[in-house]
T-cell receptor, first 112, second 112 residues
Framework: DADVTQTPRNRITKTGKRIMLECSQT?????MYWYRQDPGLGLRLIYY???????NKGEISDGYSVSRQAQAKFSLSLESAIPNQTALYFC???????????FGAGTRLSVL | SQQGEEDPQALSIQEGENATMNCSYK?????LQWYRQNSGRGLVHLIL?????REKHSGRLRVTLDTSKKSSSLLITASRAADTASYFC????????????FGEGTQLTVNP
């Protein structure tokens, strides 16, 4: 089984709908991250969390919210989806002494 | 703009040739990392080089870091078709080492 699991893998939704993307990890890491990737661009950080009580905004948090339900779970919500939120979304974890991040397989979201 | 910027944006070579990708960044860093992404998949960590290191090897990978020029290069020797992927540099510049900033990536195509 994957260490970092994202669900769903693909999602098509309509403008204005509320969407939740989920991430769970079995690595026992405290730090978790949500990124989005657009074609031709690198990853941009949406939110990150150092532990259950510590949530931080990244560079593009507007229009998104997150919930850290447990050490192993970090969810990303789009309260009212809009077409320019169509992108590939990645969850990642980090633990240990090196700042190496471990990524999930991604969620491809299309907002029509 | 991105902290890390890769050059070239796309590279096409024949199997057996070497591939070199470059990354430039703007601020002081703790370390610089390279990640690989197969089409539409999550990123996988390849190699990390600390700010006090100049060169690092891992198998067919060679990474150099020039902090005076704020640049790094990734060399893949004796490339294989399976090396076809996007390659991203990521800089760790935060005091807490908590965040990575990713470049826009180099798309490498290795032709059989």
């Amino acid at each position: 089984d994957a260490d970092v699991t994202q669900t769903p893998r693909n999602r098509i939704t309509k403008t204005g709908k509320r969407i939740m993307l989920e991430c769970s990890q079995t690595k026992g890491h405290d730090r978790m991250y949500w990124y989005r990737q657009d074609p031709g661009l690198g990853l941009r950080l949406i939110y990150y969390s150092f532990d259950v009580k510590d949530i931080n905004k990244g560079e593009i948090s507007d229009g998104y919210s997150v919930s850290r339900q447990a050490q192993a779970k970090f969810s990303l919500s789009l309260e009212s989806a809009i077409p320019n939120q169509t992108a590939l979304y990645f969850c990642a974890t980090r633990g240990g002494t090196k700042n190496i991040q471990y990524f999930g397989a991604g969620t491809r979201l299309s907002v029509l | 703009s991105q902290q890390g910027e890769e050059d070239p944006q796309a590279l096409s070579i024949q199997e057996g040739e070497n591939a070199t990708m470059n990354c430039s960044y703007k601020t002081s860093i703790n370390n610089l990392q390279w990640y690989r992404q197969n089409s539409g998949r999550g990123l996988v960590h390849l190699i990390l080089i600390r700010s006090n290191e100049r060169e690092k090897h891992s198998g067919r990978l060679r990474v150099t870091l020039d902090t005076s020029k704020k640049s790094s290069s990734l060399l893949i020797t004796a490339s294989r078709a399976a090396d076809t992927a996007s390659y991203f540099c990521a800089t760790d510049a935060g005091a807490s080492g908590s965040r990575l900033t990713f470049g826009e990536g180099t798309q490498l195509t290795v032709n059989p």
